[in-house]
């Protein structure tokens, strides 16, 4: 049995990409592991980031803001950055928007003139 003492089911809703994002975020964006200090830190910045956003009805990814504390608090503890990794944070960022904007107008057009 796991830690949850559940055993190894997974929980409905959750397919592994939990997983992969913990992992990134705590494991493969700087060089070193996260302190204590570090992860407190980024935990803290993404809750003032987040709930700031929401006071002035911004949408954000909680996913982009904590993976920005992390490497902020790698980049100040000088433990380094995993450039591939940071590379594909901010293609991921800055692909985000269009690619999504391309994809909802051309389903709208097809569904409009299909149905």
Sequence with gaps: ?????????ARPGHDGRL???VVTVGEKIGKTHLTYAQGASAEMVAMLTIGAADMYGL??????????????T????????????????????????????LLSGSLYW??????
Aim: overall charge positive.
């Design 1 to 9: 049995m796991g830690q949850s003492g559940r055993g190894d089911r």
């Design 19 to 21: 997983k992969r994002i």
């Design 59 to 72: 949408p954000v990814s909680t996913t982009h803001v904590l993976s920005s504390g992390v490497a902020g």
């Design 74 to 101: 790698m980049a100040a503890n000088k433990s380094g950055l995993q450039m591939s990794t940071i590379r594909n944070l901010l293609m991921a960022w800055v692909l985000t928007l269009p690619a999504s904007i």
């Design 110 to 115: 097809l569904f409009a003139h299909v149905f």
